[in-house]
């Protein structure tokens, strides 16, 4: 198990907590209706990438989808087993998915296909995905280019857990060339007791849009990419350094 998935696991149970102002439930919805608009392959099998707990398999579970997740950690997976029993929960790495024309939908939400790295490996998530879909489902993930991540500011989420506050801070960090986009972590609880505190650093690929839309294209996939914008689905300016990609299995076999 990596570092960051032993910090997880050891920090599972306050993660919910640490995502509170993530809307789970707009990004579902999102899902639903690009699902509707770009999806041609007949049946609601899914598949949510990096699943944590569980809630995005949560919310697609009331759109009516057959649910599937995928986590490197088995910690979150037993409790995203207590919030979706109907679940198959599959313990991988993203780039390790073994699933041949099993979903009509795919997501990786919260950045987290940039946790394949080196982009090597980021290419053969795409390729593992493209074998997991049935011809004509689709795969939904957001992405940053790597030059807005030289913009990036950390993120901090503060909770109190009775007489303990915990503080959770991440943000990306790239040094303006290579493949390397560092995630930093920081966990600090302070109680009664005194401070503990957690730290980590994970290598994410960092890339261009281009070179994203070159490992798309090399995989087998159509892909539209979108504005970060979970409310509309509008074409991506060519100009902000967010978006979110909606990638398509063609009907017919493009590889």
């Not at 950045?111 to 290419?123: A, D, G, R, T, V």
């Not at 159509?222 to 914008?229: N, Q, W």
Request: proline share 3%; glycine share 8%.
């Amino acid at each position: 198990m990596s570092d960051i998935a032993n910090l997880y696991a050891s920090l599972s149970g306050y993660y919910d907590q640490f995502c509170a102002e993530v809307d789970y439930a707009e990004q579902c919805a999102f899902a639903s209706r690009a699902f509707s608009c770009f999806a041609s392959s007949g049946g609601r099998d899914y598949l949510d990438l990096a699943c944590g707990t569980g809630p995005h398999l949560q919310y697609m579970e009331a759109q009516g989808f057959s649910l599937a997740g995928l986590d490197n950690s088995a910690r979150m997976l037993q409790l995203a087993s207590l919030k979706v029993p109907s679940a198959r929960l599959l313990l991988s790495d993203m780039a390790e998915l073994d699933e041949t024309g099993a979903f009509d939908l795919v997501t990786c939400f919260l950045y987290s296909i940039h946790y394949s790295y080196p982009p090597e490996k980021l290419l053969e998530t795409l390729r593992c995905v493209w074998r997991a879909l049935k011809p004509g489902g689709i795969f939904i993930f957001n992405a940053v280019d790597a030059a807005g991540a030289c913009q990036a500011h950390p993120v901090t989420t503060q909770l109190q857990e009775g007489d303990s506050r915990l503080i959770f801070e991440s943000g990306w960090h790239y040094r303006g060339r290579g493949d390397v986009l560092d995630l930093r972590l920081t966990i600090t609880r302070d109680g009664p007791d005194g401070a503990q505190r957690w730290e980590d650093h994970h290598h994410m690929s960092a890339l261009s849009f281009s070179e994203l839309a070159g490992m798309l294209e090399s995989s087998g996939f159509e892909s539209t990419f979108l504005e970060h914008d979970y409310t509309s689905m509008r074409d991506w300016d060519g100009k902000s350094f967010n978006v979110i990609v909606v990638a398509c299995k063609p009907i017919v076999d493009n590889l």
